[in-house]
T-cell receptor, first 113, second 114 residues
Framework: QQQVKQSPQSLIVQKGGISIINCAYENTAFDYFPWYQQFPGKGPALLIAIRPDVSEKKEGRFTISFNKSAKQFSLHIMDSQPGDSATYFCAAIRDRGYQKVTFGIGTKLQVIP | DAGITQSPRYKITETGRQVTLMCHQTWSHSYMFWYRQDLGHGLRLIYY???????DKGEVPDGYVVSRSKTENFPLTLESATRSQTSVYFC?????????????FGPGTRLTVL
């Protein structure tokens, strides 16, 4: 039972292009949506996060778009660089006090020169 | 150094043996978590702990045991290892409130059960 559905599972993007990873959720009790980035041999690390009261959040080249009515959110990486090659996990948290995180399946991004 | 550490980083064991994976954090975070990462499954929560002496099951707890006698340590024990427990195990910690929704992950332990 996958509560957060993430796609695609793998993605190859040319350097300078836009990488887009999509996630969808069912549980309307989720109210915090972080994205984690994981480099090979390392643990995941928080990249960017959004709450459902905003439709977009941008940090540098990374943007989260959030569609509350559709229960979907996505990560856009602008001007993708080879250093962005990593696995990206979307996630959802039910409420701030709950702390348990439900992760998507992950997307392995490869940015080629 | 402050942070979250895991040991060992790599472990090979045999079916039926008991294995303990260690996790230590220096931030005094109240919450700690154990995940396993497998291809095609992403990160799945095994157990978590809200504070010392408080633990609860996650999504895939069968075959695992945890304890939390001290805030900073959260060991994970495989009582009788099986091949299906071959995986990469991540420990994480977080502190509720403020920026505390962030989970901080350790470097992982790659476990192979033969």
């Amino acid at each position: 039972q996958q509560q957060v559905k993430q796609s695609p599972q793998s993605l190859i993007v040319q350097k300078g292009g836009i990488s887009i990873i999509n996630c969808a959720y069912e549980n309307t009790a989720f109210d915090y949506f972080p994205w984690y980035q994981q480099f090979p041999g390392k643990g995941p690390a928080l990249l960017i996060a959004i709450r459902p009261d905003v439709s977009e959040k941008k940090e540098g080249r990374f943007t989260i778009s959030f569609n509350k009515s559709a229960k979907q959110f996505s990560l856009h990486i602008m001007d993708s660089q080879p250093g962005d090659s990593a696995t990206y996990f979307c996630a959802a948290i039910r409420d701030r006090g709950y702390q348990k995180v439900t992760f998507g399946i992950g997307t392995k991004l490869q940015v080629i020169p | 150094d402050a942070g979250i550490t895991q040991s060992p980083r790599y472990k090979i064991t045999e079916t039926g043996r008991q294995v303990t994976l260690m996790c230590h954090q220096t931030w005094s975070h109240s919450y700690m978590f154990w995940y396993r990462q497998d291809l095609g499954h992403g990160l799945r929560l095994i157990y978590y702990s809200a504070a010392a002496d408080i633990t609860d099951k996650g999504e895939v707890p069968d075959g695992y045991v945890v304890s939390r006698s001290k805030t900073e340590n959260f060991p994970l024990t495989l009582e009788s290892a099986t091949r299906s427990q071959t995986s990469v195990y991540f420990c994480a910690s977080s502190a509720p409130g403020g920026a505390g929704d962030t989970q901080y992950f350790g470097p992982g332990t790659r476990l192979t059960v033969l």
